[in-house]
């Protein structure tokens, strides 16, 4: 299988440890995105890379989190100092690179369910 | 902000019967998607739209993208039970890659 691939699929942490997920994107694709999603809501958009470049970051990414992309190809995203606030579905998404414009589809990862006890 | 309405909220309907939802956006937008997702699972992309008035299909799914550039609606032609699911609405704008996402309609299909 060739699509996103994030791990682990689930990680349940104590309040104020860190946790680092990984994410693999589509061979190629050279975008990546990392979005949160929280019960009975749709993913919100936490920041991207365009190879190992992160060139835009949402208010939601409070300095206790940190993305990484550091060859241009799997990434990383840890939160440090984890709230119960934190909880929530981590979603990674990867699209492809097309000449002439921005129109480009994006592939989600089946996420990582982060629990904070 | 951006925002996007989604609707309806959730939809319970009999197997056989047909879907519409969608989605209208406070700005401008310059692509739609529309993702499922099922329980632990994440989005699956359905369609892709990139131009203002085009429509396409997928099988059953049937999506546009409005001429104003600020909705779009999807729907589900002789619905059948694998079809349960949530269905997303997604918009990007021209000035960013990141896509901006409806809150969902829950779909439950009675056989």
């Known amino acids: 299988d060739t699509g996103v691939s994030q791990n682990p699929r689930h990680k349940i942490t104590k309040r104020g440890q860190n946790v680092t997920f990984r994410c693999d994107p589509i061979s190629e694709h050279n975008r990546l995105y990392w979005y949160r999603q929280t019960l009975g809501q749709g993913p919100e958009f936490l920041t991207y890379?365009?190879?190992?470049?992160?060139?835009?970051k949402s208010r939601l990414l409070s300095d206790r989190f940190s993305a990484e992309r550091p060859k241009g190809s799997f990434s990383t995203l840890e939160i440090q100092r984890t709230e119960q606030g934190d909880s929530a579905m981590y979603l990674c998404?990867?699209?492809?690179?097309?000449?002439?414009?921005?129109?480009?589809?994006?592939?989600f990862g089946q996420g990582t369910r982060l629990t904070v006890v | 902000g951006q925002q996007l309405n989604q609707s309806p909220q959730s939809m319970f309907i009999q197997e056989g019967e047909d879907v519409s939802m969608n989605c209208t956006s406070s700005s401008i937008f310059n692509t739609w998607l529309w993702y499922k997702q099922e329980p632990g699972e994440g989005p699956v992309l359905l369609i892709a739209l990139y131009k203002a008035g085009e429509l396409t299909s997928n099988g059953r799914l049937t999506a546009q993208f409005g001429i104003t550039r600020k909705d779009s609606f999807l729907n589900i032609s002789a619905s059948i039970p694998s079809d349960v699911g949530i269905y997303f609405c997604?918009?990007?704008?021209?000035?960013?890659?990141?896509?901006?996402f409806g809150s969902g309609t829950r779909l439950l299909v009675r056989p």
């Open positions: 890379f365009q190879n190992e470049a992160q060139l835009e």
């Open positions: 997604a918009g990007r704008a021209d000035s960013s890659y990141k896509l901006i």
């Open positions: 998404a990867s699209s492809p690179h097309r000449d002439g414009g921005m129109n480009t589809e994006a592939f």
